[in-house]
């Protein structure tokens, strides 16, 4: 006899009751039934309201409050009895005034259910708990229920979490776009640095997002002018931005990731273009030769660190724009401000003047990359003053590329917001009614 069976046998405990404790009902309501079905694997349990519930509804109430009919049979999903699915059944009960008899019909809500329909709170707690760390259709498929109800769930918990967060305390702001789907669909994220969290996300990439961003901001106690540093890339649009909507109090600094990452482009347009202006004998020196030019040398596989061996033996345009782009990630590491600043405008006049010593084609995108930096070159160089970075977003950015290469289902730009939000919002979730 099992230590389950012999507690009922000594107690008197029918299976009913077993279930009441076990789900915490108190005595406001109780289970009346509860049945097994062998073939299908399913537990159901069947739960009624009891006279104290409406008690405890004219306390809460200040009046006396009676039932006034009970609605059609919910059923909701609750956690697994041993690895039986299990549903609980109820005709929820409505309640209204005794004193007014053309007074508001009510609803009660039950203990047990959770905010999205026909999901108990620990079917849900336990639901979200597996989406921080498998993809929504793993774990429809895991728990038997449809991803459609499992993003449905998650939204309404975002939806009720989100609002509350308090963002009081936020100074320094990160921006950076983030591919949404194929097409150029973007989203623009807006991250709390300091605190390391994803406060906002809009579809887009234009200047309105930042004004739909100081909308939310002072819909969770935050201020624009609050706001001393924005980290940003050097999109005219964001640029604009920020200007617009937060004042001059804020200082843009143009994130040194998207200053190497726009020279580490311009290398790849370089070997592009040489390979058009290369005679067909030279070509298979560049030949396999594209990610031994994008990454660093401490980075190379063996095969591309001996394709790059052999591209240093050469005298191609590409070797010679990757070099920039090291020397541009070397001065990054230059502690001193002035320094720095006499480092980068010497770089750019290096720059411009191998383009005229050599083809000058082959170094027009190493050129625009010079004269972009030289144009914003004091937010460049607020970075050796502030010291901030979207190291945060651009790891949001990697996990999120990830995500989507696992096929999550991100099915709409909404679906991918709310999971943002759910994995780096810090959220009060599981949320509560």
């Not at 990054?332 to 770089?347: D, G, S």
């Not at 996990?399 to 096929?407: G, I, Y």
Request: hydrophobic share 45%; glycine share 6%.
């Amino acid at each position: 006899m099992s230590d389950c069976e012999e507690k009922q046998e000594s107690e008197g405990m029918t299976p009913e009751e077993l279930f009441h404790e076990l789900l915490g009902l108190g005595v406001q309501w109780r289970v009346t039934r509860c049945e097994f079905e062998v073939e299908e694997g399913l537990v159901r349990l069947w739960i009624e309201e009891t006279p104290r519930l409406w008690e405890a509804e004219s306390i809460a109430s200040g009046e006396a409050v009676a039932c006034y009919d009970h609605v059609e049979e919910v059923v909701w999903r609750h956690l697994n009895v041993f690895e039986h699915r299990c549903e609980i059944h109820c005709r929820l009960p409505r309640g209204r005034r005794v004193c007014d008899a053309a007074g508001k019909v009510y609803r009660v809500t039950p203990p047990w259910e959770g905010l999205a329909k026909h999901f108990t709170k620990g079917f849900e707690a336990m639901v979200l708990l597996l989406l921080r760390q498998m993809p929504v259709a793993a774990v429809a498929r895991h728990v038997g229920e449809t991803d459609t109800r499992l993003w449905r769930m998650l939204h309404a918990h975002v939806a009720r979490a989100w609002p509350q967060v308090d963002w009081s305390g936020v100074v320094c702001v990160g921006c950076d776009e983030l591919s949404a789907r194929k097409g150029h669909r973007y989203v623009s994220v807006f991250c709390d640095l300091v605190g390391k969290r994803v406060l906002f996300a809009a579809p887009g990439k234009d200047k309105s997002t930042w004004e739909a961003f100081v909308t939310a901001l002072g819909a969770h106690n935050g201020h624009p002018r609050a706001i001393t540093e924005v980290s940003i890339d050097m999109s005219p649009a964001y640029i604009a931005g920020v200007k617009e909507n937060l004042g001059d109090q804020a200082v843009i600094v143009f994130d040194k990731f998207h200053v190497v990452a726009h020279a580490n482009a311009a290398v790849d347009e370089t070997r592009r273009t040489e390979q058009r202006h290369l005679g067909q004998a030279q070509r298979h020196e560049l030949k396999g030769a594209r990610w031994a030019l994008l990454k660093n040398p401490a980075n190379h596989t063996p095969k591309q660190a001996a394709c790059y061996a052999g591209l240093l033996k050469s005298n191609l345009a590409s070797v010679k724009a990757h070099q920039m782009r090291l020397i541009l990630q070397e001065i990054y590491a230059i502690a001193q401000p002035e320094v720095a600043r006499r480092k980068l405008r010497a770089w750019c006049r290096w720059v411009r003047w191998v383009a005229g010593k050599h083809l000058q084609p082959l170094f027009a995108a190493m050129v625009k990359t010079a004269n972009m930096i030289e144009r914003h070159l004091d937010g460049v160089m607020a970075h050796w003053i502030r010291r901030t970075t979207n190291a945060f977003l651009e790891g949001l950015n990697s996990v999120f590329s990830a995500v989507k290469r696992k096929a999550r289902g991100f099915r709409s730009t909404e679906n991918l917001i709310a999971m943002l939000y759910f994995t780096a919002g810090r959220l009060d979730i599981p949320a509560t009614h």
